[in-house]
């Protein structure tokens, strides 16, 4: 049974298309990662889920209530923790959570219950009766979770819940997280860091340019790649077909399945590879060509290999090619001005 069925859902921004059709199904009762780049549709996908955005077309329910037709509803049934924490700084933790209490019309004995249970379970005790304005992040980001579950949601969204924390807090969120999905909580979690998606999520998705291109348990996702991972770095090519020439070497060793040139990062190749054996051929084709070897590390197959075998290209390089467009917008706008 699905808490969540998102079908065909397409959302744009001016001329920038955030989501291109994007379809998806999350189980009921599952820890579920959204993984993706930034910019690949992640947070977009829950403000719809959330009743803060309406699609341009497509449906989006969540327990059989349109997040369109019937958002007051839906927002009964969700708890929501977005990317950036704003609180008010004068009140105490303490006092912003009666305050949200109050919002979801629950009972004041019910509520100051709630709000103990959860100062307890979310290690706030020492710090809750402090104003929020003194508060660090990782200390922000867990008293919003806290808002988030005041009520007792059957599904929580958080978008990059660990973003920026330090390392106690992160533990924290994550053991959270993995208590609530075994009391039979929904959670749906966005994140670009592959080891929380891998950590946390028993069922997820990869996004890229506002589509689903992988889906299934982590696990699956990468038995499916089969073989090994190379990453290998040669001198630095001095134009893009001496870089081809590189990769068309490479592809045809014996053994290699995939070659994908990361001009991003230095210049370096990633590899899909039968097994390590193949590691002396590739030394030899390259020793063969006069190519200098500068350093090869060989691995199992990763969710980076996931999006890489999608996409052709590593979830860094997306950031990068993400945070470069991010720059070059703001230096055209400054340029207008």
Same mark, same amino acid.
């Given at each position: !049974?699905?808490?969540?069925?998102?079908q065909?859902?397409?959302?744009?921004?001016?001329?920038v @298309?955030?989501?291109?059709g994007?379809s998806?199904?999350?189980?009921?009762?599952?820890?579920?990662g959204l993984?993706?780049?930034n910019?690949? #549709?992640?947070t977009?996908?829950?403000?719809?889920?959330?009743?803060?955005?309406?699609p341009d077309s497509?449906?989006?329910?969540?327990?059989?209530?349109?997040?369109? @037709?019937?958002?007051?509803?839906?927002?009964r049934?969700?708890?929501?923790?977005a990317?950036?924490?704003?609180?008010?700084?004068?009140l105490? #933790?303490?006092?912003l959570?009666?305050l949200?209490g109050?919002?979801?019309?629950?009972?004041?004995?019910?509520?100051?219950l709630?709000?103990?249970?959860?100062?307890e379970k979310? &290690? !706030?005790?020492?710090?809750?009766?402090?104003?929020?304005?003194?508060y660090? #992040?990782?200390m %922000?980001?867990?008293?919003?979770l806290?808002?988030? +579950?005041?009520? %007792?949601?059957?599904?929580?969204?958080?978008d990059e819940?660990?973003? #920026?924390?330090?390392?106690?807090?992160r533990?924290?969120i994550w053991?959270?997280?993995?208590?609530? @999905?075994s009391?039979?909580?929904t959670?749906?979690?966005?994140s670009?860091?592959?080891e &929380?998606?891998?950590?946390?999520?028993?069922? !997820?998705?990869?996004?890229? @340019?506002?589509?689903?291109?992988?889906?299934?348990?982590?696990?699956?996702?990468?038995?499916?790649?089969?073989?090994?991972r190379?990453?290998?770095?040669?001198?630095?090519?001095?134009?893009?077909?001496e870089? &081809?020439?590189? %990769?068309?070497?490479?592809?045809?060793?014996?053994?290699?399945?995939q070659?994908?040139?990361?001009?991003?990062?230095?210049?370096?190749?990633?590899?899909?590879?039968?097994?390590?054996?193949?590691?002396?051929?590739?030394?030899?084709?390259l020793?063969?060509?006069?190519?200098? +070897?500068?350093?090869?590390?060989?691995?199992?197959?990763?969710?980076?290999?996931?999006?890489?075998?999608?996409?052709?290209?590593?979830? !860094?390089?997306?950031?990068?090619?993400a945070?470069?467009?991010?720059?070059?917008?703001?230096?055209?706008?400054?340029?207008?001005?």
């Amino acid at each position: !049974m699905y808490l969540i069925e998102l079908q065909d859902l397409v959302k744009s921004y001016g001329t920038v @298309k955030a989501l291109n059709g994007l379809s998806l199904k999350v189980p009921t009762g599952s820890l579920f990662g959204l993984l993706g780049p930034n910019g690949s #549709g992640k947070t977009t996908t829950l403000r719809i889920l959330c009743t803060l955005l309406s699609p341009d077309s497509g449906k989006a329910s969540v327990a059989g209530l349109d997040v369109v @037709k019937d958002p007051r509803s839906v927002r009964r049934e969700i708890g929501y923790v977005a990317q950036e924490v704003a609180i008010d700084k004068i009140l105490t #933790g303490f006092e912003l959570l009666q305050l949200q209490g109050d919002l979801y019309h629950l009972e004041p004995k019910d509520r100051n219950l709630r709000i103990a249970e959860l100062i307890e379970k979310l &290690e !706030m005790q020492s710090w809750i009766n402090r104003r929020c304005g003194t508060y660090s #992040g990782g200390m %922000r980001r867990r008293l919003d979770l806290a808002s988030g +579950l005041l009520h %007792r949601p059957q599904l929580l969204v958080l978008d990059e819940p660990t973003v #920026g924390l330090d390392i106690e807090s992160r533990t924290a969120i994550w053991q959270l997280l993995l208590d609530l @999905k075994s009391q039979g909580t929904t959670v749906l979690i966005s994140s670009h860091y592959l080891e &929380e998606v891998e950590a946390l999520a028993d069922q !997820m998705a990869i996004l890229d @340019k506002g589509r689903v291109i992988a889906e299934g348990k982590p696990e699956d996702l990468k038995e499916r790649l089969g073989g090994d991972r190379v990453t290998l770095k040669v001198r630095e090519f001095s134009n893009e077909n001496e870089s &081809e020439k590189v %990769r068309n070497l490479l592809v045809n060793v014996r053994g290699v399945r995939q070659v994908v040139v990361n001009c991003v990062q230095g210049f370096s190749l990633n590899l899909v590879v039968d097994d390590e054996s193949v590691l002396p051929r590739l030394r030899e084709a390259l020793d063969r060509s006069k190519i200098q +070897l500068f350093a090869l590390s060989h691995s199992r197959a990763s969710l980076d290999d996931v999006y890489l075998q999608a996409t052709g290209r590593t979830l !860094m390089d997306a950031e990068l090619a993400a945070s470069n467009q991010r720059d070059v917008k703001l230096e055209n706008k400054q340029a207008m001005r």
